[in-house]
């Protein structure tokens, strides 16, 4: 009897740790995705404060922030709000808001029909003491006051049409509206009336393809269907003056959604954005060919495809940054002298990169941007065009050195020494500013140039090394920024302009106490790369960075933490 027991407790036992491992391996998007309509046309979704704020406190820019040397420096710029932001921080402790969200649901002629909600650990009574406060910041008339029977809830109206929100308390879960009718639905959806249950964001196939790209546990994530937007965005586009081009609406009308999510990383911020469209048809894979055109002091390098046919809708992709950009104004100046894209698909690779040195001697980087040349006949011929084209009145001077053809042009800015300069071979095209840069690089692109194979290369620093692999291998786009080596540079060059400044314009102490600059080290110990990599995976494009802060949706993090902790400081 005894044995039979201790069975049944161990199967209870096993029982609950799988049912526990379950739920625990559920998605964070999971619980609130079955409470949304399918046809939700945005979302956004906070899933855990508390484990979020721990997380933060944990992060390499916190503690970069907490740094003594960084908090008396900052002391002058901290807002007074303490009290008030204290107590709007203790309140949300209290109730320790879990799966908190903001959705569109539809759009009405201009009026966005929104569901918000939280499943909350505290009493009602200290949820509704946060949420009365907000409550009375949303409508125009907080004074007017309705209460409307539902079932087994009372849902309570503030506010005169049409700016009206609903509000309700489902066991520990509150749910507001400005949609009467979608605030019972979802009532319907939780107690399990629902006419139709799998007709739900969660079971919504575009959906569920987007969340099988995003990280299985996150801080935040951004959801968006485009096209049910589309119709507003061209209401707006027209509204405005902007003028959009065929190709950035075609880019447009493919999208199927947008999504990204972001979470902190063992003290970084990761984050993954993902654009589900149909692949490029001219789209091909990364070589990385300009990485050896860097050096130790690269503190920036940047490659991307290109497509001359589509540049306008890069960046709607996110491939290309301000690379794309750049490019777009050189073929536009190329087109004007009758360069079609033909010929430059002729003439380069369409693989583009670009790299900023900064060496410990100078007091600015160096700029160069790089395309590989597949026809030196036509890649020339381009390059002729191109600085007759650029300025008319600007001469450029033409030199051969080592089978190099270099083009140097004199600025007229006689306060900064910059000499324009294109060097082209039968291997690469290299543009940059000054001559010494673009001619140190070429040697460095030649392919028995020892220089190219010396360990003080950016393709064989192990820091290089290190964060590259911490992101899928790009195939469209690729960034890597070394902030620990930039913020050296810069504290270097600017802290004795500031100082200097101090001494003949004294206001600036009012706002900046040059004199207490934190020490290099209190920064850069905890600086590391910040690197992005793009990938054309299955139905879409993703975008994965990585760093102290990202360049996606990361960026916002370390701003969101910092609002949850500002009271505690000092």
Same mark, same amino acid.
């Given at each position: 009897?005894?044995?039979?027991?201790?069975?049944?407790?161990?199967?209870?036992?096993?029982?609950?740790?799988?049912?526990?491992?379950?739920?625990?391996?559920? #998605?964070?998007?999971?619980?609130?995705?079955?409470?949304?309509?399918?046809?939700?046309?945005?979302?956004?979704?906070?899933?855990?404060?508390?484990?979020?704020?721990?997380?933060?406190?944990?992060?390499?820019?916190?503690?970069?922030?907490?740094?003594?040397?960084? $908090?008396?420096?900052?002391?002058? !710029?901290?807002?007074?709000?303490?009290?008030? *932001?204290?107590?709007? !921080?203790?309140?949300?402790?209290?109730?320790?808001?879990?799966?908190?969200?903001?959705?569109?649901?539809?759009?009405?002629?201009?009026?966005?029909?929104?569901?918000?909600?939280?499943? /909350?650990?505290?009493?009602?009574?200290?949820?509704?003491?946060?949420?009365?406060?907000?409550?009375?910041?949303?409508?125009?008339?907080? *004074?007017?006051?309705?209460?409307?029977?539902?079932?087994?809830?009372?849902?309570?109206?503030?506010?005169?049409?049409?700016?009206?929100?609903?509000?309700?308390?489902?066991?520990?879960?509150?749910?507001?509206?400005?949609?009467?009718?979608?605030?019972?639905?979802?009532?319907?959806?939780?107690?399990?009336?629902?006419?139709?249950?799998?007709?739900?964001?969660?079971?919504?196939?575009?959906?569920?393809?987007?969340?099988?790209?995003? !990280?299985?546990?996150?801080?935040?994530?951004?959801?968006?269907?485009?096209?049910?937007?589309?119709?507003?965005?061209?209401?707006?586009?027209?509204?405005?003056?902007?003028?959009?081009?065929?190709?950035?609406?075609?880019?447009?009308?493919?999208?199927?959604?947008?999504?990204?999510?972001?979470?902190?990383?063992?003290?970084?911020?990761?984050?993954?954005?993902?654009?589900?469209?149909?692949?490029?048809?001219?789209?091909?894979?990364?070589?990385?060919?300009?990485?050896?055109?860097?050096?130790?002091?690269?503190?920036?390098?940047?490659?991307?495809?290109?497509?001359?046919?589509?540049?306008?809708?890069?960046?709607?992709?996110?491939?290309?940054?301000?690379?794309?950009?750049?490019? $777009?104004?050189? /073929?536009?100046?190329?087109?004007?002298?009758?360069?079609?894209?033909?010929?430059?698909?002729?003439?380069?690779?369409?693989?583009?990169?670009?790299?900023?040195?900064?060496?410990?001697?100078?007091?600015?980087?160096?700029?160069?941007?790089?395309?590989?040349?597949?026809?030196?006949?036509?890649?020339?011929?381009?390059?002729?065009?191109?600085?007759?084209?650029?300025?008319?009145?600007? #001469?450029?001077?033409?030199?051969?050195?080592?089978?190099?053809?270099?083009?140097?042009? $004199?600025?007229?800015?006689?306060? /900064?020494?910059?000499?324009?300069?294109?060097?082209?071979?039968?291997?690469?095209?290299?543009?940059?500013?000054?001559?010494?840069?673009?001619?140190?690089?070429?040697?460095?692109?030649?392919?028995?140039?020892?220089?190219?194979?010396?360990?003080?290369?950016?393709?064989?620093?192990?820091?290089?090394?290190?964060?590259?692999?911490?992101?899928?291998?790009?195939?469209?786009?690729?960034?890597?920024?070394?902030?620990?080596?930039?913020?050296?540079?810069?504290?270097?060059?600017?802290?004795?302009?500031?100082?200097?400044?101090?001494? /003949?314009?004294?206001?600036? *102490?009012?706002?900046?106490?040059?004199?207490?600059?934190?020490?290099?080290?209190?920064?850069?110990?905890?600086?590391?790369?910040?690197?992005?990599?793009?990938?054309?995976?299955?139905?879409?494009?993703?975008?994965? *960075?990585?760093?102290?802060?990202?360049?996606?949706?990361?960026?916002?993090?370390?701003? !969101?933490?910092?609002?949850?902790?500002?009271?505690?400081?000092?």
């Amino acid at each position: 009897m005894k044995r039979l027991f201790l069975l049944v407790v161990l199967a209870a036992v096993a029982a609950g740790g799988i049912y526990y491992g379950l739920q625990r391996a559920q #998605p964070s998007y999971t619980e609130v995705a079955a409470l949304l309509p399918r046809g939700t046309i945005a979302l956004a979704h906070f899933p855990d404060f508390k484990r979020t704020r721990d997380e933060w406190h944990q992060s390499d820019i916190y503690k970069l922030y907490q740094e003594p040397a960084v $908090q008396e420096f900052l002391k002058p !710029l901290n807002v007074q709000q303490r009290d008030a *932001s204290a107590e709007t !921080l203790d309140e949300i402790e209290r109730v320790d808001p879990k799966n908190a969200f903001v959705a569109i649901t539809s759009v009405e002629g201009n009026n966005p029909h929104f569901l918000a909600g939280f499943r /909350f650990h505290g009493s009602q009574s200290d949820a509704e003491t946060m949420i009365s406060k907000w409550r009375s910041h949303l409508v125009r008339d907080p *004074s007017a006051h309705e209460t409307v029977d539902y079932e087994t809830h009372k849902i309570d109206i503030v506010g005169a049409a049409p700016n009206q929100i609903a509000s309700v308390y489902d066991g520990r879960w509150f749910f507001a509206s400005n949609d009467l009718a979608e605030l019972k639905a979802i009532l319907d959806r939780v107690d399990g009336r629902a006419k139709n249950p799998p007709d739900t964001l969660e079971s919504d196939e575009i959906f569920r393809a987007a969340m099988g790209h995003m !990280l299985p546990s996150y801080a935040l994530l951004l959801y968006l269907q485009p096209k049910g937007l589309s119709g507003r965005l061209s209401q707006v586009n027209g509204a405005i003056g902007a003028n959009v081009s065929a190709d950035q609406r075609a880019l447009l009308e493919q999208m199927q959604t947008v999504c990204a999510a972001a979470k902190f990383d063992r003290g970084k911020i990761r984050d993954v954005l993902f654009v589900g469209m149909p692949k490029m048809p001219e789209d091909r894979e990364l070589t990385r060919s300009s990485l050896k055109l860097g050096t130790a002091d690269t503190v920036l390098y940047i490659v991307a495809v290109l497509n001359p046919d589509r540049l306008a809708g890069i960046s709607l992709t996110g491939a290309a940054l301000p690379l794309g950009s750049w490019f $777009q104004k050189v /073929f536009e100046v190329a087109a004007r002298t009758g360069v079609t894209a033909e010929e430059w698909k002729a003439a380069f690779d369409p693989e583009a990169g670009a790299l900023a040195e900064w060496s410990q001697t100078a007091h600015l980087p160096s700029i160069i941007a790089a395309l590989p040349v597949k026809d030196l006949k036509r890649a020339q011929r381009i390059v002729d065009a191109l600085t007759k084209a650029i300025d008319e009145d600007l #001469p450029w001077r033409k030199a051969e050195k080592n089978g190099v053809a270099y083009y140097y042009a $004199q600025s007229p800015v006689a306060l /900064f020494a910059i000499t324009p300069t294109i060097a082209i071979s039968n291997q690469q095209l290299v543009v940059g500013l000054d001559s010494v840069s673009v001619e140190a690089a070429m040697a460095r692109s030649e392919p028995n140039a020892q220089a190219a194979k010396s360990s003080a290369t950016l393709a064989n620093s192990q820091t290089y090394k290190t964060a590259a692999h911490a992101v899928p291998a790009p195939t469209n786009g690729f960034v890597y920024l070394d902030t620990k080596l930039l913020y050296t540079r810069l504290d270097a060059a600017l802290r004795p302009m500031l100082l200097v400044s101090t001494a /003949f314009m004294p206001a600036i *102490s009012d706002y900046v106490d040059a004199t207490k600059l934190p020490p290099s080290e209190s920064v850069t110990r905890h600086l590391t790369p910040m690197v992005s990599t793009q990938f054309y995976d299955k139905d879409g494009y993703v975008t994965e *960075s990585t760093g102290p802060v990202t360049l996606d949706i990361g960026l916002g993090l370390p701003a !969101l933490g910092w609002a949850l902790s500002h009271h505690q400081q000092n």
